[in-house]
């Protein structure tokens, strides 16, 4: 199965900043990458697929990049809702698989 | 607007049957796939399986044989049954919808936990 590694596993932030984080596949999955975000106790909500689509409603300080076995999320101008657990998922391949997450926390 | 909502025990003993349903409102389901992930404490979420529009079924092969899903469309249900559970298999569960053409899972419920303890 394709291993995702995320790195940082945690990512201390002020807000306004900006955030980069990072998603390495084992193999490549071209272009078949999406990020979700996570608050503890709700629903993951998509932030991007297709490595660098944003999804409905996601405002334009998230962006994805990358293609392959690398990609990143930035997060521009942080905003106090945030600040949550963002994964990566690559569906190019069965069995699906997410990465193990990063943590996006108030610094 | 869709919504998805795990249902079923907070608690299964050792060996058996952890059984759990989503019930999906709103929305086509004609192109939907119907998945469930679960996410162990301190690890990333791990796909299970899904069941398609037509009822075909696939499964993550770490579980050897162990899972199944099914689902009822005139409830608009789909069922997760894990046999012969360990503690393990403590996780929050969810389900998830993946629409076919785009295959990324774009709608998930709140999960439920569930504990594998005597």
């Known amino acids: 199965e394709i291993v995702l590694t995320q790195s940082p596993a945690t990512l201390s932030v002020s807000p306004g900043e900006s955030a980069t984080l990072s998603c390495r596949a084992s193999?490549?999955?071209?272009?078949?990458l999406a990020w979700y975000q996570h608050k503890s106790g709700q629903a993951p909500g998509l932030l991007i697929y297709?490595?660098?689509t944003r999804a409905t409603g996601i405002p334009d300080r998230f962006s994805g990049s990358g293609s392959g076995t690398e990609f990143t999320l930035t997060i521009s101008s942080l905003q106090s809702e945030d600040f949550a657990v963002y994964y990566c998922?690559?569906?190019?391949?069965?069995?699906?698989?997410f990465g193990q997450g990063t943590k996006v926390e108030i610094k | 607007q869709v919504l998805l909502q795990e249902s079923g025990p907070g608690l299964v003993r050792p060996s058996e049957t952890l059984s759990l349903t989503c019930t999906f409102s709103?929305?086509?389901?004609?192109?939907?796939?119907w998945n469930w992930i679960r996410q162990s404490p301190g690890k990333g979420p791990e796909w299970l399986g899904y069941?398609?529009?037509?009822?075909?079924?696939d499964y993550n092969p770490s579980l050897t044989n162990r899972v199944s899903i099914s689902q009822d469309t005139s409830r608009r249900q789909f069922s997760l049954y894990l046999y012969s559970v360990t503690a393990a298999d403590t996780a929050v569960y969810y389900c998830?919808?993946?629409?076919?053409?785009?295959?990324?899972?774009?709608?998930w419920g709140r999960g439920t936990l569930v504990t594998v303890s005597s």
């Open positions: 998830a919808r993946l629409q076919g053409g785009s295959w990324y899972l774009d709608l």
């Open positions: 709103g929305g086509s389901i004609s192109r939907s796939y």
């Open positions: 069941i398609s529009p037509i009822g075909s079924t």
């Open positions: 193999q490549s999955v071209g272009g078949n």
């Open positions: 297709d490595a660098s």
């Open positions: 998922h690559q569906y190019n391949k069965w069995p699906r698989t």
